[in-house]
């Protein structure tokens, strides 16, 4: 089933005991509240993770003009980056600064630099997670700013944390786990036992 940025106000709108939408044009309270909140709503949601569904890798676009002092480079962002979480050449991280919509890299023209980063996309591919606590964010806020209730906003903002916490643990699983390096700890818990031995010499 395909899902909206409607079907999300509704879910909400129902929630508080108030009337649904059919778009945010419309000449009535819900409406106007709801174009008022849900895109930001929406990507404050997408900033408090790194949503492995709202990720996204490019190459980076090389500006004509480099930066005026510290870097070498400056790269054009993608329009619809929200935030860039890394940064590679050649598969190696790199050290970068976001300047505007520009990124700033000590790399050269010939340098192929790809940044991983979030963006918006369609309602349509939201996980079921996601679309659960983005309806319970925008239930506390229509309570406040429709119903008038109080006691119900708070009720589902907390919801809304409970949900998120478990929408973050399910998303976390969409990519390879990470394995903890044993033979690191073990080279240093063998060092710091021959550290503590102390040489005798017989008398």
Not at 74 to 86: E, G, N, R, V
Not at 105 to 126: G, K, L, R
Request: proline residues 3%; contains cysteine.
């Amino acid at each position: 089933m395909t899902i909206s940025k409607f079907d999300i106000c509704n879910k909400a709108l129902v929630l508080v005991g108030a009337n649904t939408i059919s778009s945010f044009s419309q000449n009535t309270t819900e409406s106007i509240v709801a174009n008022q909140l849900y895109e930001t709503t929406l990507e404050d949601l997408l900033t408090k993770c790194r949503w492995r569904f709202a990720s996204k890798q490019t190459q980076l676009s090389k500006n004509s003009s480099n930066p005026d002092a510290r870097y070498e480079s400056s790269y054009a962002l993608p329009t619809d980056a929200i935030i860039i979480h890394t940064v590679t050449v050649g598969d190696q991280v790199i050290v970068y600064d976001r300047y505007g919509q520009n990124l700033f890299t000590d790399t050269t023209s010939s340098d192929t630099v790809i940044a991983d980063y979030t963006f918006q996309p369609s309602e349509s591919v939201f996980p079921p997670y996601f679309t659960k606590a983005l309806v319970f964010e925008l239930a506390s806020l229509f309570a406040g700013a429709i119903a008038r209730n109080d006691q119900l906003s708070l009720l589902y903002a907390q919801q809304a944390r409970s949900q998120l916490q478990s929408a973050k643990a399910i998303d976390s699983q969409a990519q390879t786990t990470r394995r903890v390096d044993v033979d690191r700890f073990r080279n240093v818990r063998n060092r710091t036992a021959l550290n503590d031995i102390t040489a005798t010499t017989p008398s």
